[in-house]
Each structure stands twice: as structure tokens, then as C-alpha cells.
T-cell receptor, first 116, second 107 residues
């Protein structure tokens, strides 16, 4: 089956620093990847849609200059949280979709970010 | 704007019971996902439905397109089924998630 990995699985960083989270499709090429975040006891929320070779599309309320997304290859998308603040502490999950296979999305295991 | 409503929010049952979780969704959603999230946070995709019914082991998912309603059933529930079950709707774009059903199966 389709496997999506994320790295790191958890990270603690100091306020003001930047953190990069990687999302990889291991056995398939993903033309589209999605980034979601989940605050404690809340639903997952879509942050942005990342298409290989083009700029990401951000959801309303998500700062594109703070959450930098790069989808440079068909198997890798990265999310960089710049100048992290404690309120950015959250669970970040990516998913990948192969359009020719339909609408099914394959989820990564998630990255728990804690900003101190 | 896509909307997904899920019920119940919390469900506690005894081992062996038949479990049903319901999901209603709005116009514009062309595929419905059922996901499982364990305490560690990782998401497992259980089903994706755009019509009919799917079965995998003790899990069954159904969808009624006319009524915009889907159900997830667990037969012969087991404590290891305890998790948060989430329905999510979408199509070509990113998913809209329900708030999840926190299921506890007691031995």
C-alpha cells in the first residue's frame, strides 16, 4: 500500500527559531500533498495544498510567510515553521494524493511540534 | 463551504457490542473518508467511499449519496478498537474533518 512518512515525529524548539518538517511518499509519486494541523482536542484543519513544481495554496487565516511549503519533487514536500511561537505548538500531519488514483489520501504519521 | 457533522461525540460500549458512528456532510463533498486516530496522534485511513458500502474485517462503512450520510460500523467490538474515529469529506481538494467520535470499548 501507499506509505507516507514524516520527519521528525516530534520536535521541541525555542521561540523565534525555525523548524522544518518533511513529508515523503515512499512508494509512489504524489503530485499533490496537503498539510493539516490539529490543536489539542480539536479537529484537523487544512493549512495548505502543495502541488509539485508550483506554489502552495494556503487556506484563509494561514500565513504563507510563516508556514513555508516547498514541494520540489514528486516524493517530498516540506513545511517550515518560521519564527515559531508557542501558539504554533500543534500536531502537523501531511497527506498525499495521486490524482489518477482518485480522491484517496494517504496520511503521514504526524509531527508534534512544541515551541517553548 | 464544506461541512461535516459527526455523531456521537463520545461513545463507551462493552466488548462485543455493535458500534455505529454517523456522519452527515454538505453538498460539494464527492468522497467521504473514515479515519482512525490513536492517542499518539497518528492517522490511519480506514475507508474512502463515494458510493455504496465497503467492508474490511470487522469494519463496515456505508454511504447514502442522496441523503449525504455515511455510517461506520464495528462488529464484535474489542478494547483495541478504542480510538477517535473521524469522518472527513472532500474531493480534489483537501479534506474537511468532522470533530471525531471518541470511542472507548470496555472489556
Amino acid at each position: 500500500g501507499a506509505v507516507v512518512s514524516q520527519h521528525p515525529s516530534w520536535v521541541i524548539c525555542k521561540s523565534g527559531t525555525s523548524v522544518k518538517i518533511e513529508c515523503r511518499s515512499l512508494d509512489f509519486q504524489a503530485t499533490t500533498m496537503f498539510w493539516y494541523r490539529q490543536f489539542p482536542k480539536q479537529s484537523l484543519m487544512l493549512m495548505a495544498t502543495s502541488n509539485e513544481g508550483s506554489k502552495a495554496t494556503y487556506e484563509q487565516g494561514v500565513e504563507k510567510d510563516k508556514f513555508l511549503i516547498n514541494h520540489a519533487s514528486l516524493t517530498l514536500s516540506t513545511l517550515t515553521v518560521t519564527s515559531a511561537h508557542p501558539e504554533d505548538s500543534s500536531f502537523y500531519i501531511c497527506s498525499a494524493r495521486v490524482p489518477v488514483l482518485g480522491y484517496e489520501q494517504y496520511f503521514g504519521p504526524g509531527t508534534r511540534l512544541t515551541v517553548t | 463551504k464544506n461541512e461535516v457533522e459527526q455523531s456521537p461525540q463520545n461513545l463507551t460500549a462493552q466488548e462485543g457490542e455493535f458500534i455505529t458512528i454517523n456522519c452527515s456532510y454538505s453538498v460539494g463533498i464527492s468522497a467521504l473518508h473514515w479515519l482512525q486516530q490513536h492517542p499518539g496522534g497518528g492517522i490511519v485511513s480506514l475507508f474512502m467511499l463515494s458510493s455504496g458500502k465497503k467492508k474490511h474485517g470487522r469494519l463496515i462503512a456505508t454511504i447514502n449519496i442522496q441523503e449525504k450520510h455515511s455510517s461506520l460500523h464495528i462488529t464484535a467490538s474489542h478494547p483495541r478498537d478504542s480510538a477517535v474515529y473521524i469522518c472527513a469529506g472532500g474531493g480534489a481538494d483537501g479534506l474537511t474533518f468532522g470533530k471525531g467520535t471518541h470511542l472507548i470499548i470496555q472489556p
